[in-house]
C-alpha cells in the first residue's frame, strides 16, 4: 500500500497507469491517415466500376449482346452502392478523427468508430465478395450451367472491374487496421 491508498503490483510504477497521451496522438494521426486513403479506395473502386463499360465493334450468333456494362449485373449494382456507402462514411468519420487527434484520450466516441467500422467493414466485404464471384465467372466462365467466359471478348471491361475489386479489397484491410487501431487506443486510455 502506498501513501494515497492505491496499491501497485509488482514490477510497475505508478505512471504506468498514465496514457501515454504522444501515442494516443500518434495512433490517432495513423487512424487519420488511413480512413482518408481507405475512403479515397473506395471512391476509386466505385467509380471504376461506375463508369466500367465496353462495346463490341461486331455482332456474331455466339454472342447474345454486344455491350457490356456495370449494371447489366446487379451484384456490380450493389458493389458500386456499397463502395459509396462506406466512402461517404469514411469521409463523414474523418471529422472524429480530427477531434481524436486534438483530444487523443476521447474513448467513447472511438468506440462509436469501431462499432461503424465493423459494419462498413462488412458491407464492404459482402460488396467485394458478391463481386469477386461474378469477375470470377467472367473470367473463368462455367460449362455446367452455361455461362461462357466473356473476358476473351471484353477484355477492357473484365481489366477495370477486376481493378476495381482491387481497391477495394485494400480499402477493407485498411478498415480492419482502422478497428484494431481504435483497439489498441483504447486500451491505452
Known amino acids: 500500500m502506498m501513501k494515497d491508498g492505491s496499491s ?99 474513448v467513447i466516441t472511438r468506440v462509436v468508430l469501431i462499432v461503424f467500422d465493423t459494419v462498413m467493414m462488412a458491407l464492404l466485404m459482402a460488396g467485394a465478395s458478391a463481386a469477386a464471384a461474378i469477375v470470377y465467372l467472367a473470367h473463368k466462365g462455367n460449362t455446367k450451367v452455361n455461362w461462357f467466359a466473356i473476358c476473351q471478348q471484353y477484355d477492357s471491361f473484365c481489366g477495370r472491374i477486376s481493378g476495381s475489386l482491387v481497391g477495394s479489397y485494400f480499402a477493407t484491410i485498411g478498415l480492419i487496421m482502422l478497428i484494431i487501431l481504435s483497439a489498441v487506443a483504447i486500451s491505452r486510455s
Open 8 to 106: 501497485v503490483e509488482d514490477g510497475q510504477s505508478p505512471k504506468a497507469d498514465a496514457p501515454d497521451h504522444k501515442v494516443n496522438r500518434g495512433l490517432s494521426i495513423a487512424d487519420l491517415v488511413m480512413r482518408a486513403f481507405a475512403a479515397l479506395g473506395t471512391l476509386a473502386s466505385g467509380v471504376t466500376m461506375g463508369t466500367t463499360n465496353q462495346t463490341l465493334p461486331f455482332f456474331t450468333q455466339f454472342m447474345q449482346f454486344s455491350r457490356a456494362t456495370y449494371n447489366d449485373l446487379p451484384t456490380f449494382t450493389f458493389f458500386v452502392i456499397a463502395n459509396g456507402i462506406v466512402c461517404a462514411y469514411l469521409v463523414l468519420s474523418l471529422l472524429l478523427s480530427i477531434f481524436h487527434v486534438i483530444r487523443s484520450a476521447a
